[in-house]
């Protein structure tokens, strides 16, 4: 259930719901005339019309005549074939999801036509000052507000992502069909389009005939960052600032985003063997690839934009030395681009390497494989592609990573690609001849292709499609954005090569590692446009952008991990196994926190390099590692679900540190970013009963309380499970004792001076959990929603509130305003 059904609670009118919904089923019914013919559209209509009577009857009380009329029913389908009833099955899922559409556009229409838009910032803030809240405790609690919306997969998200675009697509006619001024012939051009998008949903097949993959899940959800989040995040907030500013007199301040995402697909490992630490690492570059490639095109649109010559002195002196270094480059290029000069190809030389002088070393081989001296050789990647996997390697071996590896596969190239002189021995005398014969045409054709792939040849290239440029009057913003867009795709260049597992040597000060790196030229353009008086050029797309950084990041969605608690046993059981220290699972609570306490206030790593482990087991200390590689940057939380007592939460955390002492050991440096929280997952009765008491157990811990104030801001994430408890006792009686575990949870963090996060893993049936947002958050503990929350969105669900920016933008103002309330409002009135 959505919460768009709140807003339609007052007498509107549903006659252009009922137009939309007779038009697209006229179209649907004129293309199966077409695709089944006459004659088995006249089943389908006959079978139509028994169910829709059968129905009607049954409303009106005539159960006789519903009976006969559904037994005529069972009677027609039972005697067709059984391609037929796939057809008939088809023609009515079809129809129902086209009158679903017309549904879902109908009530973004009336929202978008109503003067008073309840619920949304502008009500609640407005209710709120009316209330007696002070404006600058609003404008307080708005700021500091943080919700983290948690996308994840779900085996009930049935359809395929092609039928979700082509879905939206006829979403997008509708609201194109609703423009008083279309003409005629606009219109007809219009119903062929719909006509058109119809017919290709119907020759597509519905079903996924292979089962998704993590990767393929986490594809999901970047596709609805992509398509829908990515426009909806700048509306929602501009609604969010003006609001703040017309009740309390101060917009909403730049870089301050109350809500953020986070995900589950590629790291929610649960009894999920195919999630592993690969695929975590792969996904999370992903994400990042995803997000640096739509900075880019949003900076390509910017550059355009901000044409203008006024600029601060600090922004003129940037861009000067932009310029500067550009002359630099172009001075360097333009000696490739003349004749040879051989009386001053010494003083050259100084300036510009010379081309070389004979065929490079494993010249013949693919331009993105090693060289035998370490070196890359001018890589060229198109698409980054997460299952890449060199010829004759293993799994989780790399071509890049080791000199006999890379022998194997240059080897295994030259037998499976060679031809002419490739092929031919390097130690024959017939290779010796080829060599020397064809050496002069090679040395050219190389010496061509190594400048046709160098950065020289694409800038010369360049010129041409880019309008030459006056030196007197340069354009500031299009220099400093022409140089954020360069690093950019430099940031990207290199996610793509540590994708395909290649060797990435790139200077840090070339490519964007944080958010706050992109920020500074962003702000620097902003801040210097208000201050020359452009302030509605700074408004528009270039704040657009830096609330898009601000709320995504350089990853989109940060991934969480999850991982049972039992795994963590196993691991340990390992370790002290092999360090000949016993059994960790049959020592009693007390003991495993004496060895946990001691570990973690210890300074060396307690896993050795040489320990030899069971599959599963590397798994998940390969996993802590990758989390090590990672950092928060890109990850979350640390999700352990099942738990039940102060233990699990400790064998994570000293997990996690030895897998970043190891790391940090073969880096050399510290692991990048902190380290990521460690959240409890309390799901069954007996758990939530008793997380209130392990929540205790831990923050009466030395070392667990001081780690949270250092590393989490003082901070403690507790998860609570709504499907499993609702499994495990019922959903009355899980829904009462979900309630008291927060309750004694939120009264132990006050008791030790710790504030507490709550993570609801809500569903979307009411069985998991799921129903109106607004009333699932007002319906919390006083005391738990403090301006924080979590929570999960899961399957259909992501498709059904976050599929279209206007449905998106509506129910993050339901987010924002329910916390607000719940954050606000006395406890009394809750």
Request: aromatic content about 6%.
């Amino acid at each position: 259930m959505t919460d768009t059904t709140d807003d339609i609670a007052e007498e509107i009118s549903f006659q252009s719901f009922d137009d939309d919904c007779k038009l697209l089923g006229n179209l649907l019914n004129d293309v199966l005339q077409r695709e089944v013919g006459s004659g088995f559209m006249e089943k389908i209509e006959r079978n139509r019309i028994l169910a829709q009577s059968a129905c009607n009857m049954r409303m009106a009380g005539i159960e006789d005549t519903a009976e006969l009329l559904e037994k005529q029913l069972a009677s027609e389908i039972s005697k067709m074939t059984l391609e037929e009833a796939l057809t008939l099955a088809r023609a009515f899922s079809h129809f129902l999801n086209l009158m679903g559409i017309a549904e879902t556009h109908h009530r973004v229409r009336k929202t978008r036509n109503m003067a008073y838009l309840s619920r949304s910032c502008d009500d609640i803030f407005n209710k709120l000052v009316q209330g007696g809240v002070p404006p600058d405790e609003l404008y307080d609690a708005v700021c500091k507000q943080e919700v983290e919306i948690v996308l994840t997969a779900h085996p009930t998200q049935i359809n395929r992502r092609t039928l979700q675009y082509k879905h939206i697509r006829i979403a997008h006619l509708l609201e194109y069909n609703d423009r008083p001024d279309l003409g005629h012939e606009d219109r007809e051009m219009l119903i062929e389009d719909l006509v058109r998008e119809i017919t290709s949903i119907w020759q597509t097949d519905e079903l996924r005939r292979h089962k998704p993959t993590p990767v393929d899940e986490a594809r999901a959800g970047l596709h609805i960052v992509e398509q829908s989040l990515w426009k909806a995040i700048p509306h929602y907030l501009r609604r969010v600032s003006n609001a703040l500013k017309k009740h309390t007199g101060r917009p909403l301040p730049l870089t301050c985003t109350p809500i953020k995402f986070g995900s589950w697909m590629g790291g929610d490992r649960d009894g999920n063997p195919n999630v592993t630490a690969k695929v975590t690492r792969d996904v999370s570059l992903l994400s990042r690839w995803m997000a640096i490639d739509l900075y880019i095109r949003e900076v390509d649109n910017l550059k355009f934009e901000l044409s203008v010559k006024r600029c601060s002195d600090r922004l003129l002196r940037l861009a000067h030395e932009i310029l500067e270094k550009e002359t630099l480059a172009e001075d360097r290029h333009e000696s490739w681009n003349q004749p040879p000069n051989w009386s001053q190809l010494k003083h050259h030389s100084q300036q510009a390497p010379a081309l070389p002088a004979q065929l490079p070393a494993g010249a013949g081989l693919p331009s993105c494989t090693e060289c035998e001296d370490g070196e890359s050789r001018y890589p060229r990647l198109e698409l980054p592609v997460t299952d890449f996997k060199p010829l004759n390697l293993q799994d989780g071996q790399c071509s890049s990573r080791s000199d006999s590896s890379f022998h194997d596969y240059r080897n295994n190239l030259h037998k499976t690609f060679g031809n002419g002189n490739i092929a031919i021995s390097s130690n024959s005398p017939s290779a010796a001849a080829a060599r020397s014969a064809s050496f002069s045409s090679s040395q050219l054709l190389a010496q061509r292709k190594v400048f046709s792939e160098s950065q020289i040849g694409r800038a010369s290239f360049q010129k041409l499609l880019e309008p030459s440029q006056s030196r007197p009057e340069i354009a500031p913003y299009r220099l400093v954005l022409g140089n954020v867009q360069e690093m950019l795709m430099k940031t990207r260049k290199r996610l793509e090569l540590l994708l395909e597992d290649l060797p990435c040597e790139q200077d840090p000060w070339d490519y964007y590692e944080t958010a706050d790196q992109l920020l500074e030229p962003l702000l620097l353009c902003y801040e210097s446009l208000q201050s020359c008086g452009s302030g509605v050029l700074a408004d528009g797309r270039l704040a657009d952008l830096i609330r898009r950084v601000a709320t995504f990041g350089m990853v989109l969605m940060k991934l969480d991990l999850r991982q049972e608690s039992g795994r963590h046993s196993e691991t340990l059981d390992a370790i002290t196994k092999y360090l000949d220290m016993g059994t960790y699972s049959d020592w009693d609570e007390e003991r495993r926190l004496e060895f946990l306490t001691r570990e973690l206030k210890g300074k060396r790593p307690l896993v050795p390099p040489t320990i030899q482990v069971a599959p599963d087991v590397k798994e998940v200390l390969d996993t802590f590692r990758i989390a090590a590689e990672l950092g928060s940057d890109s990850l979350g939380a640390y999700v352990i679900s099942m738990a039940s007592n102060a233990s699990d939460v400790l064998a994570v955390e000293l997990l996690q540190k030895d897998a970043r002492l190891a790391v940090a050991g073969e880096l050399g440096r510290p692991c990048p970013g902190g380290t990521l929280r460690v959240v409890p997952l309390f799901e069954t009765v007996k758990d939530l009963r008793g997380a209130g008491s392990v929540i205790r157990k831990l923050l009466s811990i030395d070392w667990y309380r001081e780690h949270i104030i250092e590393n989490h801001n003082g901070h403690q994430e507790v998860m609570v499970g709504y499907s499993d408890s609702g499994k495990d006792a019922g959903r009355f009686t899980a829904a009462w004792e979900l309630y008291k575990a927060q309750e004694d949870v939120v009264a132990a963090c006050i008791e030790y001076g710790i504030k507490v996060t709550l993570f609801h893993g809500r569903g979307g049936s009411i069985g998991r959990g799921g129903g109106p947002t607004y009333l699932a958050i007002q319906s919390q503990p006083p005391g738990s929603v403090m301006g924080t929350l979590r929570s999960t969105e899961q399957g259909e669900m992501v498709q059904a509130k976050f599929g279209i920016p206007q449905t998106a933008v509506r129910q993050l103002e339901i987010y924002t305003t329910a916390v607000l309330l719940a954050t606000l409002r006395p406890p009394q009135s809750t």
